[in-house]
């Protein structure tokens, strides 16, 4: 096992290199890059620029003739176009500026955000608060519910039950989560029927004043809506999975063998079936995770007002902010294949049969 683990760290290298080159190639193909941003922040809301370039930037904008590469660049003075490029790094060749953000992100050094006066890990970690509430609750309320549903679903096969709730996760999957979240907005957070639950925010602005008790109280209150409106459709797919694996498992022969000796349906479904069936669902884990703190977020956090990592990297791709927007493709590249990783090697604790290092040679 030692031997997978290792093939399987040094496999993670070129697999980031890889995501790191081909989204680096991508950006520079990108139209309105920082300088041009800042160009067009001077040209046309010239407050913003200067608070970044000190004073006298405006005045040194102004009143040139250059031929410079960037749009919009027309009047401004080649020494100012030329300070935006050091400011920004653009002053080096293209692979040289790759290679020395690979080596600042091998040991961790993230930089600081172009446009916002904080390093970006400092960034990142004042908006994973948010992020990890929504990825971690929807992640074990959607497995919470998959898991024993499918169960049933596979026992109940084909019985009224089973047909209904296929009809409820499926409608229930088709709708899209955001305008769920319109529609509770409406409902139960101040707009035509309910005042009942807060729309800004994942605490009360008095939370530091609360009990612990009455804290608790207070996230989840503030939770209750978006949660609801993500977790809509999360656990179609795993309901729906979980059931055919159980399936799968249930019509095998060593569960008519399990039945013939005598054991209660419980102790097949439970002490047999489930272990085996539940391997597939585990395979899905480590991208369920992941995604949970990106698919859907984004609208559910523009709409409940809760500033994650979701609204950050949009932000983040809007603003051209790189150093943001290729932190978090690395940060969260290495989480997932660190957590495929360890779901591999939980498939060997649940099934010591799994042997990865002898499968590989």
Do not use: C
Not at 184 to 201: H, I, K, N, Q, T
Not at 206 to 218: G, Q, Y
Not at 228 to 249: G, Q
Not at 289 to 307: R, V
Request: proline fraction near 4%.
């Amino acid at each position: 096992m030692g031997a997978y683990i290792l093939r399987r760290l040094l496999l993670m290298i070129p697999t980031l290199f890889g995501i790191m080159l081909i989204s680096f190639i991508v950006v520079q193909f990108a139209p309105g890059g920082p300088v041009e941003q800042v160009i067009a922040q001077v040209t046309g809301q010239a407050g913003g620029a200067d608070a970044r370039l000190g004073a006298g930037g405006a005045d040194m904008a102004q009143g040139f003739e250059t031929n410079s590469q960037y749009r919009g660049a027309q009047g401004l003075d080649p020494e100012f176009i030329a300070q935006l490029e050091r400011q920004f790094g653009f002053d080096k060749p293209t692979h040289e500026r790759f290679f020395m953000m690979l080596w600042d992100y091998i040991r961790f050094d993230f930089g600081e955000s172009y446009f916002r006066d904080i390093s970006v890990v400092n960034l990142i970690l004042e908006k994973m608060p948010v992020s990890i509430s929504l990825g971690l609750w929807i992640t074990l309320i959607s497995y919470g519910i998959s898991i024993p549903l499918g169960i049933r679903k596979a026992v109940s096969d084909g019985t009224p039950f089973d047909v209904w709730t296929s009809g409820v996760v499926i409608i229930a999957y088709a709708i899209p989560g955001f305008l769920f979240a319109i529609l509770l907005m409406v409902l139960f957070a101040g707009g035509s029927f309910f005042d009942w639950f807060p729309l800004r925010g994942l605490t009360s602005d008095n939370w530091e004043e609360l009990s612990w008790p009455a804290r608790i109280l207070d996230y989840f209150w503030h939770l209750t809506l978006p949660l609801t409106a993500l977790v809509l459709s999360a656990f179609a797919t795993t309901t729906l999975l979980t059931k055919n694996s159980f399936l799968d498992e249930i019509r095998k022969q060593y569960v008519v063998t399990a039945r013939s000796k005598g054991l209660s349906e419980r102790q097949v479904l439970y002490g047999h079936v489930f272990r085996n069936a539940m391997l597939i669902i585990i395979a899905g884990f480590p991208g369920a995770f992941i995604s949970s703190f990106f698919t859907g977020a984004l609208l559910i956090e523009s709409i409940f007002s809760l500033d994650g990592l979701g609204l950050l990297g949009f932000r983040s791709i809007i603003d051209r902010d790189y150093p943001v927007v290729f932190a978090t493709l690395y940060i969260f590249s290495l989480l997932g294949l660190v957590i495929s990783l360890l779901s591999d090697l939980t498939y060997t604790l649940i099934d010591p049969r799994i042997d990865f290092e002898r499968r590989d040679v």
